[in-house]
């Protein structure tokens, strides 16, 4: 048995295309996935494939986003948190030497 033509990334991402932005058309995705077969000359399940396998994409990088997102925000806090205990360091630093060298402050 052949194997079935191959397409390239393009077509894929194209075809992904119109089958999202056809949903909203049709009463099922069973009908919408099937017209935009038809229209690209595709068998259905091919496009509900490739439909799958980018949703699938999308989610692995949607959650790996996230990931690295609250990986930041975890970073940015410790920050934060570290620079407020120097500041109040410095704050106190700064009123204890001008009291020092200032006595008509007291």
Same mark, same amino acid.
């Given at each position: 048995?052949?194997?079935?033509?191959?397409?390239?990334?393009?077509?894929?991402?194209?075809?992904?295309?119109?089958?999202?932005?056809?949903?909203?058309?049709? %009463? %099922?995705?069973?009908?919408?996935?099937? #017209? /935009? /077969?038809? &229209?690209?000359?595709?068998?259905?399940?091919?496009?509900?494939?490739?439909?799958?396998?980018?949703?699938?994409?999308?989610?692995?990088?949607?959650? #790996? %986003?996230?990931? &690295? /997102?609250?990986?930041?925000?975890? %970073?940015?806090?410790?920050?934060? /948190?570290?620079?407020?205990?120097?500041?109040?360091?410095?704050?106190?630093?700064?009123?204890?030497?001008?009291?020092?060298? &200032?006595?008509?402050?007291?």
């Amino acid at each position: 048995m052949a194997k079935g033509t191959r397409h390239t990334p393009e077509f894929k991402a194209k075809a992904v295309r119109l089958l999202t932005e056809s949903r909203g058309s049709y %009463s %099922s995705e069973t009908k919408a996935i099937e #017209q /935009a /077969a038809r &229209d690209l000359g595709v068998a259905p399940e091919t496009l509900r494939r490739r439909r799958d396998k980018t949703d699938a994409t999308v989610a692995a990088e949607t959650k #790996q %986003s996230a990931e &690295d /997102a609250m990986a930041e925000l975890r %970073s940015l806090r410790a920050e934060v /948190a570290r620079l407020r205990r120097a500041n109040e360091i410095l704050t106190t630093a700064s009123a204890f030497f001008a009291a020092r060298l &200032d006595p008509t402050r007291r």
